[in-house]
């Protein structure tokens, strides 16, 4: 018999996920029943967004039950089949949750061809943060050569994509980071115009202000926020006239404990007649292949870089490495590669 260990869901935590959050268990991998398929993960994405589906409260997606595996994407490469569309030795992509071995039926996985890139940009910027870069960007920022981007958690995941194609678009890019290396990271490796460090001791308004001055800019055309709070609200004070201000995540706030303020500066809004708009990746499935494919050839033309951290451990490091995600310990995409 084949053994097997998962992350599962043992207490929702209050803030930080701590070790009691999680449990570790061990099952035999049972007799497929037809249709389905044996994945041995190779690797599991890491992302913001599974802080939220640990808490009991409604959302998009219903929360992780107590006792569940943990929801996660990951990828790997078929052990077992019953299911002559996903046979053995196919690498998969798909929502196949923290554990070693997954069992699928095919819904919403995918054969990917792992010559065409390393199997972890598929879980990056060939898969679901790419796609959020890719359509958050384009479909609700609305991008004209010359306008002024700024993009938060810059040199994370979904903002280093989303500053690179706005380089692509003629775009002047303003990140946001924490900390002098990732800012030196997002100029001097990924091209952005300007990279403010939000942990510094001067205020987000009073360094935006400066550096939309250094640039000679109006104001601030798109903001993509990936973190919410206080640097939205900066962001807020420097909209120019019909800016976009698209609304990806607030990491800033995923992990609070009690409930945080609203941005004060919202009216701004109505004085520049500008737009706030919040987006989930998964509305644009039906695009993904197009975008997909143009992202695929950026990459190939050295257009755009995707930076990943990739932790080597075993599945018991899931929960310290997710963790990672709220101190800012990851450049470009997370994940953990399962030895
Ligand atoms: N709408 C959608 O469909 C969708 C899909 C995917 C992701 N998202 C959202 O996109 C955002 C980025 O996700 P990602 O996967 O690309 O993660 P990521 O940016 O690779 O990692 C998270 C980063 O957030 C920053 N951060 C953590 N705590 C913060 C705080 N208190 N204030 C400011 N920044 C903080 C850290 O960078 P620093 O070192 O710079 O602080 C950290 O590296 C998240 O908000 C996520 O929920 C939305």
Redesign the pocket.
Known sequence: MTSFRSVRLAKRPTGLPSADTWSIDTQELPELAPGEFAIAIEQIS????MR?WLDDRPSYLPPVEIGAIMRAGSLGKIMESKNSRFPVGSQVVGNFGATEIAISNGQGARIFNPELAPASTFLGALG??GM?AYF?FFELGKPRAGDVVVV?????????IVGQLAKINGCTVIG????KE?CDYVTKELGFDLCLD??QDTSMRKQLGEALKQLGAKGVDIYFD????E?LNANLAYLSFGARVV????????NATEITPGPSNYMNLLVKRASMK?????DYESEFSVAQRRIGTWLAQGKITAPETIISGDITEFPATLN???????????TLKIN
């Not at 890491?46 to 967004?49: G, M, S």
């Not at 938060?152 to 903002?159: D, E, P």
């Not at 919040?278 to 998964?282: E, M, R």
């Not at 990672?324 to 997370?334: C, V």
């Open positions: 890491l992302d913001p967004a939220g679901m943060t959020t958050g938060s958690a810059a040199a994370g995941a979904v903002g280093s946001i980071a924490g900390g990732k939000y942990k990936n973190v919410g709070g640097i609304i990806c995540g607030a990491i800033s706030q995923y919040g987006f989930l990746v998964f990672r995600l709220f101190s800012g310990d990851n450049i470009g995409k997370l």
